[in-house]
C-alpha cells in the first residue's frame, strides 16, 4: 500500500507560477513512477508530468513541456512540480499517483498508476 498527499494548490493569475508537492509514504519501493495528471471540469483525467525514482527520467506532456518542472528528492520521497507560466487551461485539479510502470510508453496512461493522491485544485484566473 501507498499514501499520497498532495500540496500546494491555489489560485494564480495567467503568467504566475505555483509548486506542487507529493508526499508519498508505505511501500514505495514496489513503484518505480510518480506521475502527475489534472483534471478539469467535464474532462478526462490526463498526463501531465511523470518522473522515474531511480535515474530520474522525466517526461513531460506536449502542453507543458518548457514550463513545468517535475523534480524528486528520493531521501524525502518527495516528487514536486514547479508550474511556471500558467495558463487559464492549467486550471483543473491536479493528482500525484505511482505505480510500477513496465515500460516508458505507458506512463502517460491513466490506468497503469496503482495509487493516487486525494488532489489539489489549481485556478489560473484574473
Known amino acids: 500500500q501507498v499514501q499520497l498527499v498532495e500540496s500546494g494548490g491555489g489560485l494564480v493569475q495567467p503568467g504566475g507560477s505555483l509548486r506542487l508537492s507529493c508526499v508519498a509514504s508505505?511501500?514505495?519501493?514496489?513503484?518505480?513512477?510518480m506521475g502527475w495528471f489534472r483534471q478539469a471540469p467535464g474532462k478526462e483525467r490526463e498526463f501531465v508530468a511523470a518522473?522515474?525514482?531511480?535515474?530520474?527520467?522525466?517526461y513531460y506532456a506536449n502542453s507543458v513541456k518548457g514550463r513545468f518542472t517535475i523534480s524528486k528528492d528520493n531521501a524525502k520521497s518527495t516528487v514536486s512540480l514547479q508550474m511556471d507560466s500558467l495558463k487559464p487551461e492549467d486550471a483543473a485539479v491536479y493528482y500525484c499517483?505511482?505505480?510500477?510502470?513496465?515500460?516508458?510508453?505507458?506512463?502517460?496512461?491513466?490506468?497503469?498508476?496503482?495509487?493516487w493522491g486525494q488532489g489539489t485544485q489549481v485556478t489560473v484566473s484574473s
Open positions: 499517483a505511482t505505480g510500477n510502470i513496465p515500460g516508458a510508453w505507458l506512463i502517460s496512461r491513466v490506468d497503469k498508476y496503482h495509487w
Open positions: 518522473i522515474s525514482w531511480n535515474g530520474g527520467s522525466t
Open positions: 508505505g511501500r514505495t519501493d514496489s513503484t518505480n513512477i
